[in-house]
């Protein structure tokens, strides 16, 4: 099946930083989304982005679909950031997503 | 709108018990789905549906059992409850198919002692 893998596994920030999380994908897909997992263990739809690229306030989401890999922008980083951000896929007909691992992000005061 | 709405959010469980993880869906949305996640991994699809009356297995569903009777309503059963089935289950739904995004519920964490 279809590889995801998250990069890189843990981040800690200074809040008002910047970064930048990356999704590697090993197959075509056609559908991708971006979750963040709060500290409460919601899980909040961020983006919907199998193609192209979208901004939402201070996130923002690429997709390369040719070269097979994603990325999710954090601008001006607050606390309320923190958690789990997963990138999940979907192949072909298959309807099931398969999730990475997960990139934790820490952001402090 | 609920959105997706699961019950109960959190339970214990005894070995050998069984139990049932409701979840439903006020969106109309045709494709729902089971998910468990285990300590500091991603998810793992357990069943998922694409209409009522229409279930199909995911990566582990050894020891839960579904059924979809009506296209709100996709209740996880577990028959024998094992310590490796400790986890935090999530119910999810889309529109129509995977090309669509998938919307998750708030999650049950159910602990097996």
């Known amino acids: 099946g279809i590889q995801v893998e998250q990069s890189p596994p843990d981040l800690i920030l200074q809040e008002g930083a910047n970064s930048t999380l990356r999704c590697n994908f090993s197959?075509?897909?056609?559908?991708l989304q971006w979750f963040h997992q709060n500290p409460w263990g919601q899980l909040i739809n961020l983006f919907y982005?199998?193609?192209g690229t979208k901004q939402n306030g201070r996130l923002s989401a690429t997709t390369v679909a040719t070269e097979r890999y994603s990325l999710l922008y954090i601008s001006s980083s607050q606390t309320t950031d923190s958690g789990v951000y997963f990138c999940?896929?979907?192949?072909?007909?298959?309807?099931?997503?398969?999730f990475g691992k997960g990139i934790t992000l820490s952001v402090r005061p | 709108n609920a959105g997706v709405t699961q019950t109960p959010k959190f339970r214990i469980l005894k070995i050998g018990q069984s139990m049932t993880l409701q979840c439903a869906q006020d969106?109309?949305?045709?494709?729902m789905y089971w998910y468990r996640q285990d300590p500091g991994m991603g998810l793992k699809l357990i069943y998922y549906?694409?209409?009522?009356?229409?279930?199909d297995k995911g990566e582990v569903p050894n020891g839960y059992n579904v059924s979809r009777s009506t296209t709100e309503d996709f209740p996880l059963r577990l028959e024998l409850a094992a310590p490796s089935q400790t986890s935090v289950y999530f119910c999810?739904?889309?529109?129509?198919?995977?090309?669509?995004?998938?919307?998750f519920g708030d999650g049950t964490r159910l602990s097996i002692l």
């Open positions: 999810a739904s889309s529109y129509r198919d995977s090309n669509q995004p998938q919307h």
């Open positions: 197959d075509s897909v056609n559908n």
């Open positions: 982005i199998p193609s």
């Open positions: 999940a896929v979907t192949t072909g007909a298959n309807s099931k997503l398969t």
């Open positions: 969106m109309n949305h045709n494709y």
């Open positions: 549906s694409v209409g009522a009356g229409i279930t």
